[in-house]
C-alpha cells in the first residue's frame, strides 16, 4: 500500500497547519495501526514505525517470550522466539514484521481520514492555545467567503467566524473587504469550532477609544464599563485619574474629531460618552442623558433597584426608542431603573395616601393638632361629622356655618393639614435627588369650590426629606 502525497508532504503539511511534523508522523502510524487491525482481524499487540534508512513505514507485531504460552495472540514460547532472534531470552518481547502489502484500497482510505482527523485536532489545540489568551483583542481580518448568514475571515494563521449575531445591523461586507473585530471566544468542538470574532461587542468600542484616545492608551483616563446595541446606540463610563484632564472631553476630541473617527468605523452608531461616578444616583442621572432628570430614588440598596423621576415632557427622552436609553443605563450601572413623570409620582403618591387614611375619620380626632372642643362642637353642629367631609370644603362654605368666623377657619385649615400630613410623611420615601426649589404640587383650579378657592386640604407630592440639589451633568458627552 503506498500512502504517496501524505507521508511525502508531512514536513509541508505541517508547515502549512502551524502543527509539530513529530504530530502528524504520530498520526500517520495510528492511522496505519487502525488500518492493519482492520485488515489482519486479529487481537495481536501491533506497533508502527518508519524505516530510518528508507523511510518507509514498517508494521510490525509484539508478543512476549514466555516458558508456557496462554495467549498465542500476545505470548510466543523461547524456541519460537529464538528462530526469530538467536539472542532471545525468557520475559523479552519479540517485534516481528507484517506485511503492508496486504493492506487494500480501503484500509489506505480509512489511514487518510484518521491522518485528517489528527491533524483537525492538533491544529485545534494549536489554535486554542495560541488564541484562547488573546479573548476581546482588537484582530484586522479580511473577509475570505460568506457562507450563508456568517462570514468566514482570514485572520493570517488561521480563518474566523463572523456569525450573524455578532454583526452590527447596519453594515454589510462582500469578499475582500477589511475590517476590524474582537476576538470573542475560542471554540475546541462544536459545529463552529475555532476562533469566533465578532462586531457586535461592546469591546469593540473599548478597543477602538483605546486606540483612538491617547489618554487612555497611556491610562490617563480609564474606561469604566460599556453598554451596546450594537448599530443603535452605545454608551461608554469613562473616568479620568487626573483633576486637569476631562475624561469626556479626552474621547470626545478637538470639534468631536476623535469620536467621530469610531462613529465611522462603526458606520454611524450613535455614542454617548459618560462621565463615571462611584455615587449611583450622580451615575444615574449622567447614564440616562440626553434626558433631564428632575430626582432619583434608591428603593432598594442591596437589591440595587432606583426610581427616577422626571419631567412630564422629558418621559419619552429618558426612556428612549423601544425602551433602549433606560435599558443601556441599567447595564451601565448594573441597577434596575424604574422611571416615571411627575404626573405618574403624584398619583401614586395620592393613591398611597387615600389607603393610608382612615375612612370616616371624626372630626374630633383633629384634637390632637390643635383645634378646640368648641370649634368641634360647631362643626358637628353645622353637620360636618368627618375629615374628610370638613377637608374638601372651601374657606367661603366654612364660614357660612353658624358662629365660624375666620379666625377658627384658620385654625380649622391648620389642623386638617397637619392630619393629612403625617400620613404624607409616612408614605413619603427618602429621595437621593431633589431640586432644591421643589414646591409641594397644589391641586389646579379644576378642583376649586364654588367661591373659586382651593379646597383647605391639599396633597403635597413632593418630596420634603433632606435633600441635594444636582443638575443635569454638563459634563456628559453625546455623539452621533
Known amino acids: 500500500m503506498s500512502l504517496g502525497p501524505i507521508l511525502q508532504n508531512v514536513e509541508s503539511l505541517a508547515k502549512e497547519k502551524g502543527i509539530d511534523p513529530k504530530i502528524i508522523l504520530d498520526a500517520v502510524k495510528d492511522a496505519m495501526l487502525v488500518a492493519a487491525r482492520k485488515q489482519f482481524h486479529t487481537n495481536e499487540e501491533l506497533g508502527a514505525d518508519f524505516d530510518p534508512g528508507t523511510g518507509a513505514l514498517q508494521i510490525f507485531g509484539i508478543k512476549k517470550v514466555v516458558e508456557e504460552v496462554t495467549d498465542p495472540d500476545k505470548e510466543m514460547t523461547l524456541g519460537a522466539a529464538q528462530a526469530m532472534r538467536k539472542d532471545a531470552e525468557l520475559g523479552q518481547e519479540i517485534r516481528f514484521p507484517k506485511k503492508t502489502e496486504a493492506l487494500g484500497r480501503i484500509s489506505a482510505q480509512l489511514a487518510k481520514q484518521v491522518i485528517l482527523q489528527k491533524v483537525r485536532e492538533a491544529e485545534r489545540e494549536n489554535i486554542h492555545s495560541e488564541f484562547s489568551g488573546r479573548v476581546g483583542e482588537l484582530v484586522n481580518c479580511v473577509v475570505k467567503r460568506i457562507e450563508g448568514p456568517d462570514l468566514v475571515v482570514d485572520l493570517g494563521k488561521t480563518e474566523a467566524r463572523l456569525g450573524k449575531k455578532e454583526q452590527s445591523k447596519l453594515e454589510s461586507f462582500s469578499v475582500g473587504d477589511r475590517i476590524r473585530c474582537v476576538i470573542k471566544s475560542v471554540e475546541k468542538i462544536g459545529k463552529n469550532a475555532g476562533v469566533v470574532i465578532s462586531r457586535a461587542a461592546p469591546e469593540l468600542v473599548m478597543r477602538l477609544f483605546e486606540q483612538e484616545v491617547p489618554e487612555i492608551y497611556d491610562g490617563t483616563v480609564s474606561i469604566k464599563g460599556c453598554a451596546r446595541e450594537a448599530g443603535e446606540r452605545t454608551k461608554i463610563t469613562v473616568s479620568s485619574r487626573d483633576r486637569d484632564v476631562d475624561s469626556v472631553g479626552a474621547c470626545v476630541g478637538m470639534k468631536g474629531m476623535r469620536v467621530q473617527s469610531i462613529i465611522r468605523e462603526l458606520r454611524g452608531e450613535k455614542i454617548d460618552i459618560i462621565e463615571y461616578s462611584d455615587d449611583p444616583v450622580v451615575f444615574a442621572t449622567h447614564a440616562l442623558s440626553p434626558a433631564k432628570i428632575a430626582r432619583v430614588t434608591i428603593v432598594d440598596s442591596l437589591g440595587k433597584h432606583m426610581e427616577v423621576v422626571v419631567d412630564d415632557t422629558q418621559l419619552s427622552l429618558a426612556i428612549g426608542k423601544k425602551g433602549q436609553n433606560v435599558r443601556l443605563a441599567a447595564k451601565l450601572l448594573g441597577w434596575r431603573i424604574d422611571i416615571k413623570s411627575e404626573e405618574e409620582k403624584r398619583q401614586e403618591v395620592e393613591s398611597q395616601m387615600a389607603a393610608m387614611v382612615v375612612p370616616g ?48 377657619v384658620e385654625k380649622i385649615q391648620l389642623a386638617v393639614n397637619s392630619y393629612y400630613g403625617q400620613y404624607e410623611n409616612a408614605a413619603e420615601p427618602v429621595a437621593a435627588v431633589v431640586p432644591s426649589d421643589a414646591a409641594p404640587i397644589s391641586g389646579s383650579s379644576d378642583d376649586a369650590g364654588a367661591g373659586g378657592e382651593l379646597p383647605i386640604a391639599q396633597t403635597a407630592t413632593a418630596v420634603q426629606n433632606e435633600s441635594v440639589t444636582i443638575e443635569n451633568a454638563e459634563s456628559t458627552g453625546q455623539a452621533g
Not at 384 to 406: A, F, I, K, Q, Y
Open 361 to 408: 375619620a371624626p372630626v374630633s380626632v383633629l384634637l390632637d393638632h390643635g383645634l378646640t372642643e368648641a370649634i368641634i362642637e360647631k362643626l358637628m353642629a353645622g353637620d360636618v361629622t368627618t375629615v374628610e367631609r370638613l377637608g374638601s370644603m372651601t374657606p367661603e362654605e366654612l364660614e357660612l356655618l353658624p358662629e365660624v368666623d375666620p379666625e377658627a
